[in-house]
């Protein structure tokens, strides 16, 4: 029903920023959640922050006030502006889709961010 292609992931130096993004084959308006998911080698794999097509966002605890979560509705593109980077930010980030039109959770193929010195 949708399929999401990640984008933006490379390697970051301690204390830089990296910007993720998601684009949907579908109108982002008509899904009710869009976000972002991580998964650390050895770790499993943790909701990192959440977007209603309704305005309300959430982040995890360890991301909040470094991360900033957004829509581009015109574009069907969800963003993820990363911020203050530290090594445990190291992960696949996975973009999620699910709600409103869809029949469930929808994932992309994911994107590798690595921050190290």
């Known amino acids: 029903q949708v399929q999401l292609v990640e984008s933006g992931g490379g390697l970051v130096q301690p204390g830089g920023s990296l910007r993720l993004s998601c684009t949907a084959s579908?109108?982002?308006?008509?899904?009710?959640?869009m976000g972002w998911f991580r998964q650390a080698p050895g770790k499993q794999r943790d909701v990192v922050a959440m977007?209603?097509?309704?305005?309300?966002?959430n982040y995890a605890d360890s991301v909040k006030g470094r991360f900033t979560i957004s829509r581009d509705n015109a574009k069907n593109t969800v963003n993820l502006q990363m911020n203050n980077l530290t090594s445990e930010d190291t992960a696949v980030y996975y973009c999620?889709?699910?709600?409103?039109?869809?029949?469930?959770?929808?994932w992309g193929q994911g994107t590798q961010v690595t921050v190290s010195s």
């Open positions: 579908t109108s982002i308006r008509s899904i009710s959640l």
């Open positions: 999620n889709a699910e709600g409103g039109i869809l029949g469930g959770a929808y």
């Open positions: 977007s209603s097509n309704g305005g309300t966002t």
